[in-house]
């Protein structure tokens, strides 16, 4: 997976799964800018540039800003999201509109703004972070599910409308994994150190995954080693979407 003379975006780079990306992508030898709200955080070396991807407007300076800044754009790690919990009860419109603007609507107003670039590339790829949440029927979950479930069915049309211009498109669906985010959870149970058992437990191969095996599968996707493939999900969840098993 050699990277050399190719430039990459990874939005939500600063932090977990996308931090661990952006650093595989540059040790093999990318260029990359992290498109964040925090981009103060984003590791040394990488490019980083200030986003929300729920703005348009700060959507198209960033992409631009990255793509004068690198010389264009090959690979998009469209990886940015924000979790929810509860069910369509609990969770009101205005919480329905604000995370699938960040979590689907980001995806696609990203990926339009690097389009023109991605087609002056021969290396063309967008990957985007889905989660087992999208087919899982997870309970307590209903508007997260749902976004990855669009991000799902996004990755195969948008899969299906760039083919022809050389343009892959491909999803990874991360399993619970050892992030800021699940730390962010753990740190509001009664009880985190059982918390965090209790959710190792629970995935088949006993423990989370980690953010650098999700960040492989992206880097390998992104890769021109996977120039054969397009329109597919890619599971890192210990065997969770295979054993058809619901993590909580
Ligand atoms: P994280 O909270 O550690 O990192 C998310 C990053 O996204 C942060 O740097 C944050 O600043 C950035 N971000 C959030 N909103 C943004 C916005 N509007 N514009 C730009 N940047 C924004 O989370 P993570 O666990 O690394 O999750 C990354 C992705 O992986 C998400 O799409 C998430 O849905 C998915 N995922 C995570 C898990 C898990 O268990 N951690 C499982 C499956 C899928």
């Known amino acids: 997976m050699e990277f050399a003379g ?27 800018a992290v498109l964040d709200l925090q981009p103060e955080q984003a ?18 300076r960033a992409v631009k800003e990255a793509a004068d800044r690198m010389g264009g754009i090959d690979i998009v790690a469209n ?28 995806m696609v107003r990203v990926s339009r703004a690097a389009l023109p670039y991605l087609r002056e590339s021969s290396h063309a790829a967008i990957v985007n972070t ?23 069915s996004l990755t195969l049309s948008m899969a299906a409308d760039h083919l022809p211009e050389g343009i892959r498109v491909n999803c990874v669906n991360p399993g ?12 509001t149970a009664p009880d985190p150190a059982a918390e965090r058992a209790a959710l190792e437990a629970r995935q088949p191969h006993g423990r989370l995954v980690t953010p650098e095996e999700i960040a492989a599968a992206i880097v390998y996707l992104a890769s021109p080693l996977a120039g054969s493939t397009t329109g597919v999900d890619l599971a890192v ?12």
């Open 79 to 106: 990886n940015a999201g924000v979790g929810a919990q509860g069910t369509i009860e609990s969770n009101d419109d205005d919480e329905w509109h604000r995370v699938f603007d960040i979590n689907v609507m980001g």
């Open 176 to 187: 619970t994994a050892d992030t800021p985010w699940i730390g962010r959870l753990l740190s």
């Open 43 to 60: 590791g040394h070396g990488l490019i980083a540039i200030h986003c929300d991807v729920s703005d348009d407007g700060s959507v198209r």
């Open 237 to 248: 969840d210990g065997g969770m979407q295979a054993l058809r098993l619901r993590p909580r």
């Open 130 to 152: 889905c989660s087992v949440a999208a087919t899982a029927g997870l309970p307590q979950r209903a508007l997260y599910s749902a976004t990855k479930g669009a991000v799902l």
């Open 6 to 32: 190719l430039k990459a975006i990874v939005t939500g780079g600063a932090s977990g799964i996308g931090a661990a990306t952006a650093a595989l992508l540059k040790e093999r030898g990318a260029a990359v």
